[in-house]
Every structure is written in C-alpha cells, then in structure tokens.
Nanobody, 113 residues
Framework: QVQLVESGGGLVQPGGSLRLSCAAS????????MNWFRQTPGKQRELVAQ???????HYTDSVKGRFTISRDNAKNTVYLQMNSLKPEDTAVYYC???????WGQGTQVTVSS
C-alpha cells in the first residue's frame, strides 16, 4: 500500500528557511519521479519541484535558486529545502509520485511577519 506522509511545515518569517519531508512507504522513491506541489485557497495546485529517477531536478521559475528537492534513499524520504521564503510561498505543500497513486495530507507553510 502506497503511503506518503508530509511534515516539516510551520510558521516562518520572510527570509527564513524550512525543510519539508515526505516519508514514503509501499514503494521505493528512487524508482519513481517524485514531485512537490503546493496549493493556496482559490488557486490551482502548482508543481513546485520534481526529481527524476536519475537525479535530474526541475523547478517552477518562482522558486529557482531558493528551493532544492532531494532524496535520501536509505530513509526512503524526499525533502524540499526552502530558503529565502516569501509570503507568496504560503500554501499547503504536498508530495506525490508519478504515476500518481494517492495524495498525502499535506503540510502547511505560512510565511508572515
């Protein structure tokens, strides 16, 4: 059974940093494309970052240079390191794999003074 558990969100001031974690079970993360999405009320879900099985990464333009997606294969966990956070980064962040099997509960990130 595929399961994804996101954690690491919270309240942070602009310019601060957070590291989100996505603990996976039921599959091995290095065998799949892994994605981080975010969603704000009233807006469509946005693909933020992606890591391919070979290690290639992709980012949406608004987070390039600030966010880094990575894997720890021994822990079967995917991470999203978020630096220089901005208020517009506020959202619920979700991880998933391609092809999509299911979604986790997400973790709330709030960037505010």
């Amino acid at each position: 059974q595929v399961q994804l558990v996101e954690s690491g969100g919270g309240l942070v001031q602009p310019g601060g940093s957070l590291r989100l974690s996505c603990a996976a079970s039921g599959f091995t993360v290095d065998r799949y494309i892994m994605n981080w999405f975010r969603q704000t009320p009233g807006k469509q879900r946005e693909l933020v970052a992606q890591i391919l099985s070979g290690g290639t990464t992709h980012y949406t333009d608004s987070v390039k240079g600030r966010f880094t997606i990575s894997r720890d294969n021994a822990k079967n966990t995917v991470y999203l390191q978020m630096n220089s956070l901005k208020p517009e980064d506020t959202a619920v962040y979700y991880c998933n794999k391609s092809p999509t099997t299911s979604w986790g509960q997400g973790t709330q990130v709030t960037v505010s003074s």
